[in-house]
């Protein structure tokens, strides 16, 4: 029986993490797909107002001090809020899913670059984003951050941030991290330019056929006059 449901949809980044959890403490979990615009009686009554979750005290993904513990949630919330806004005003208007404006998307590849950034500084000193082994913040944040491995971050990128993207490798190809996501990949070169996506084509719509011709019957032929009967005297 599931421990209980994870309400999520495909590609959803921040799902991941919680798989990865899940699966490391042997827990099962049923997905239900969900489209948060739209959410069912029974979404709004599995996700009521905040509540503070419990937490295992004897998990090594919550770092070994309460200040371990700190710098995970800041580390988790910088992704968050920092991160993930910026990625998805980057990528969803390039592949259809939010309306396109270059100078919208350039303005959000530029934030992205520069909370990248800070990660790409605080990680050529450190390995990991807490610590000296692997925790959920980097669980959390690999998932966010693979959005621009995905589309973006060719190989050219990856030699101006090496720092992000040996931390990116090392962490996706942590088993409790690279059992629940897919496999692991780099591109060449970008995926995604900043360029409008392709309309869908619609399918032609049939030229309507021409209304048939009504054709009166046919009446028969009149017969000629008769001539005019002579007179009698």
Known sequence: MAFGKLYTYAGNSRSTAIRAVAKANSVDLQ????????????????NPPPQVASQNEKTTLLGKTKQDYASILR????????????????FRPLVGKDPYNKKSVEESEKAAIR????????????????GERITLADIFAVGIISRGFEYFFGKEWRQQYPNVS???????NQPIYSAVA????????????????????????????????????????????????????
């Open 31 to 46: 997905e239900v797909e969900v489209d948060t615009t739209k959410p069912t009686e029974e979404f709004l009554k599995a």
């Open 75 to 90: 580390w988790m919330s910088f992704f968050n809020s920092e991160v993930l806004p910026k990625f998805g005003g980057w």
């Open 182 to 233: 897919p496999e692991f990949s780099l591109l060449d070169t970008p995926k995604l330019t900043n360029v409008a996506p392709k309309k869908p084509e619609q399918p032609k719509k049939e030229a309507p056929k021409p209304a048939p011709l009504l054709l009166s019957p046919r009446l028969p032929p009149r017969s000629p006059p008769r001539p005019p009967s002579p007179s009698t005297p």
């Open 115 to 130: 909370a990248i950034s800070v990660v790409e500084t605080h990680l050529r000193d450190n390995t990991y984003l807490v």
């Open 166 to 172: 040996r931390w990116y490798s090392t962490v996706y």
